[in-house]
């Protein structure tokens, strides 16, 4: 009876063990999530399809995910069709093939390095993952990122990458770069760490290519005097290539210093490198490691060899002293350590068995190297660039400082608004917009009881004013400034400009305050034209200052002080000017339907008014769909809040406000015509037709995409999805189909549990305020139902097997015999026992 009972616990135990350690990892999941940003960054590497760069592979791309490091990565594996027959190492990265130009295919030239320039190029010119990038970050095999690595944070610019220093490329000082370029005065000595715009790397990546072919061909030239290549072998004939032929297209550097580091070095006081490129050996007292001793490492598919264990940080505590050599020592050994801890998971994911237990992979495994090895901000003097002298450091002139940015909107409970939601919130994360955004979810008590929506964006809930509490006139346009006035008041937000948009948008590109000149007391915005009552008596009646009153509303980049000043005062001008219903007509305020519905555009005028809040107005951020575009202009934002039309087809969100598309599986908006049928005659009109297209589509993609995320059925198994008569026609009784509404109720069982990979949290305190218990009642109840289940069970069985036992044993004797073979058959269970717990002890815990 004792047994089965510690055996019936035991399993009790392992159940409810493995539910906490799913909730464990979600929450590790979560917060994992929550640290990645969503913009636009894609990381690339070169390498060949070699064991040498395998280990390296296992390296780069462990650290790449162990930093957080954004945005997606991809190998570039160059390989002849002899070497691609043997290849063991396709799965080792997310990887794009590119043809190898080890061996020159015109001179014959043996020179691998070359592949670096080549792939870019094939990449640039092949791969549809080219086409939605904004920033690129360019890395070499042989290094392990310790933090993430974002341009913009960084300073880069279009026009200036950011770059580490190669102090060695004395080319650049020479007669090399007066062969080479054009411009030697614009040659940087600079590589290993690159960040730019895709802009710049398309312009730069077929020059980089063919001056790296015209350096290597300049035999003449490799001496170490001209290229400080102490082999003097023109193996560096790429790095000048790169310089080159950023000279030639004329980018500029800002070059940084600190940002990488070969382990060995020592780092300056107050940097912490992001990067380590461990191009050159390193040692720890008598312990070393030079990537050349491994040139034909088979170490990725020799299941359990690791690199040579370096010391443990306790060993270098003791024998180093000087706190500075010390940084570098745990630099040395942060290196290494991850290496090996990459080929751990690899071996791990070929197959391996379970290596035996070591000190060394406890360490492994330990809390000590966990927070060692954690992601690493970038400090502020990791940012300090160099000047065009790159032996002192730019001490008049303070790095150049992007601040945070965070993005708002506002909605409310409805089908309507929750399509606006998943079109937007698509296009946030497909736009490179820095920061993150948030929904400001206005809705009543009632209304969130039977809301389905809560997983479609980052969502801060306020209570609704669509019914307002004193007067109770119904104006939903007022839930804007009050959940703005509540976000600011509940949330602690460490962004210093907000950017407030409208649900009914597209963003097709970054707004940036520093881009459009937002300043403190100085906010942007875009222009409203018809807000006419700036103009005439309605400014006077409702502002101190009519002069100041802008034409201005859609979207607003203001800094997070003058917000705080101006929120409660948008609020308030808002419920002034809708109770000032004498005032509505069309000749005073623009209004065509004369009911004041634009209340809450003459709120925010006369609010930023009364603090002399002056606005930049760019024409260059908005365009409504419908609408032809200025020539040259890249507009930042479709407002779709007026029909548009393409010859028979047109949209109109208004016919939209009652049908449920998001939680209709499959459901979309009529396709636009194809863009191959427009005329193309008459210039204004496709440009004009072209992005009213791109608008549509654009939604439509999104609801493709959120379809696919709630794991809707095949669509072919579905019927068309019910229009808004046919809604009216059919009965009470009737329901849509049983597929359809079986899909609704998964829907509505994984609130808060379905996330977009590319949805993270706020970094910020976003959840200020916690979404309502019921929407994740149904997830929490079905949890314990299933604990209690494994439970009821678990006792039920210790029941009937303490009744059979107690019948077995009142049907027999208890005789001398019958007692020494129990003596006997219990000494030899506990001396099994006692094996499995040696066994145990010997068993590495994973």
């Not at 063991?88 to 691998?112: C, I, K, N, Q």
């Not at 490492?297 to 010391?311: A, K, M, Q, S, T």
């Not at 209340?599 to 365009?623: C, D, K, P, Q, W």
């Not at 044993?809 to 000494?827: A, E, F």
Request: hydrophobic share 35%.
């Amino acid at each position: 009876m004792g047994r089965i009972t510690i055996w019936v616990l035991l399993f009790l135990g392992l159940i409810i063990g493995n539910c906490w350690g799913q909730e464990q990892r979600s929450q590790q999941d979560q917060t994992q999530q929550k640290a990645e940003a969503p913009w636009r960054i894609h990381t690339l590497f070169s390498v060949e399809c070699q064991n040498y760069f395998d280990w390296q592979t296992v390296g780069l791309m462990h650290s790449y995910r162990k930093s957080r490091q954004p945005g997606p990565i991809t190998r570039l594996l160059s390989c002849t069709p002899d070497e691609k027959k043997n290849y063991r190492g396709m799965d080792l990265a997310p990887t794009f093939e590119v043809p190898s130009m080890s061996r020159h295919p015109r001179t014959g030239d043996w020179y691998p390095a070359i592949n670096k320039p080549a792939g870019i190029v094939h990449w640039l010119k092949h791969s549809k993952e080219a086409e939605n990038v904004d920033w690129v970050v360019i890395l070499d095999a042989d290094m392990i990122i310790r933090g993430p690595i974002i341009p913009w944070e960084l300073g880069a610019e279009k026009g200036r990458p950011v770059a580490a220093y190669y102090g060695y490329l004395v080319g650049c000082d020479n007669l090399l770069a007066k062969l080479h370029t054009k411009h030697p005065e614009l040659c940087d000595k600079v590589g290993g760490l690159l960040a730019m715009h895709i802009d710049d790397l398309r312009a730069l990546a077929p020059m980089w290519l063919s001056k790296t072919e015209e350096v290597r061909e300049d035999r003449a030239h490799w001496a170490t005097n001209y290229t400080g290549d102490i082999y003097a072998k023109g193996w560096i004939s790429e790095m000048y290539g790169y310089s080159f032929g950023a000279a030639e297209v004329g980018l500029r550097h800002k070059i940084n210093d600190n940002l990488m580091i070969y382990p060995g070095y020592i780092p300056r006081e107050g940097v912490e490198p992001i990067l380590l490129h461990y191009g050159l050996p390193f040692a720890v007292g008598n312990w070393s490691f030079s990537k050349l001793d491994h040139h034909e490492d088979n170490i990725v598919y020799d299941c359990g060899r690791l690199f040579p264990e370096p010391p443990y940080p306790r060993e270098v505590n003791l024998t180093e002293t000087d706190s500075h050599k010390k940084r570098a020592l745990f630099l040395n050994i942060e290196c290494i350590n991850t290496l090996n801890e990459g080929l751990l998971l690899q071996h791990a994911a070929n197959g391996c068995p379970k290596p035996k237990w070591s000190r060394y992979l406890s360490f492994l495994r330990s809390r000590t190297f966990y927070e060692l090895t954690k992601p690493k901000p970038v400090t502020h003097k990791s940012r300090q660039m160099m000047n065009a002298d790159p032996q002192t450091q730019i001490e008049d002139e303070p790095p150049k400082y992007y601040p945070k940015i965070h993005t708002i909107f506002s909605t409310e409970c409805s089908s309507y608004f929750d399509w606006q939601t998943v079109g937007l919130v698509h296009s946030f994360y497909q736009s490179g917009q820095p920061g993150n955004i948030t929904r400001l979810l206005s809705c009543t008590d009632e209304d969130l009881k039977q809301y389905k929506g809560h997983h479609l964006a980052p969502t801060h809930y306020v209570p609704s004013m669509s019914r307002h509490p004193l007067t109770g006139d119904w104006y939903p346009a007022i839930n804007k400034p009050a959940a703005v006035l509540h976000w600011l008041n509940h949330v602690k937000t460490d962004a210093e400009y907000i950017v407030i948009l409208d649900a009914d948008m597209i963003m097709r590109g970054p707004i940036t305050p520093w881009e459009f000149k937002a300043d403190r007391k100085r906010p942007v915005s875009t222009p409203y034209g018809y807000l006419i009552g700036c103009d005439n008596e309605l400014a006077k009646l409702h502002t101190r200052h009519p002069e100041a009153c802008d034409k201005v509303g859609g979207v607003i980049v203001m800094h997070i002080n003058d917000l705080r000043r101006f929120a409660l005062l948008w609020l308030h001008k808002t419920e002034e000017v809708r109770a000032d219903t004498s005032h509505w007509s069309k000749n005073i305020t623009g209004d065509v339907y004369e009911s004041g519905w634009i209340s809450e555009m003459y709120g925010y005028s006369f609010g930023a008014a009364e603090l002399n809040l002056r606005h930049t107005i760019s024409n260059e951020i908005l365009i409504y769909p419908g609408y032809v575009p200025v020539p040259g202009v890249k507009y930042r934002v479709f407002h779709y809040g007026l029909e548009f039309r393409i010859g028979n087809w047109s949209f109109d969100k208004a016919n939209w406000r009652h049908t449920d598309v998001v939680n209709t599986c499959w459901a979309k908006f009529p396709e636009p015509p194809d863009a191959s049928t427009l005329e193309k005659s008459d210039e204004d009109s496709l440009r004009r037709d072209l992005l009213s297209i791109e608008c549509v589509k654009t939604l439509n993609e999104a609801l493709r995409l959120h379809h696919q995320r709630s794991k809707c059925p095949d669509p072919s198994t579905l019927s068309p999805p019910e229009t808004q008569r046919q809604r009216q026609r059919r009965t009470d009784g009737t329901t849509v189909s049983r597929k359809i509404g079986k899909a609704e109720e998964r829907k509505a069982e994984e609130i808060h549990s379905i996330r977009d990979n590319t949805m993270p949290k706020n970094d910020t305190e976003e959840e200020a305020l916690s979404p309502p218990a019921v929407a994740n009642q149904t997830f929490k109840s079905v949890k314990f139902w299933i604990i209690a289940l494994w439970a009821i069970c678990a006792f039920g069985f210790v029941a009937v097997m303490s009744m059979m036992l107690s019948s077995h044993r009142g049907q027999k004797k208890r005789g001398k015999s019958y007692k020494g073979k129990r003596r006997s058959s219990y000494s030899g269970a506990w001396d099994k026992n006692g094996q499995d717990r040696h066994h145990l002890r010997n068993v590495e815990v994973s």
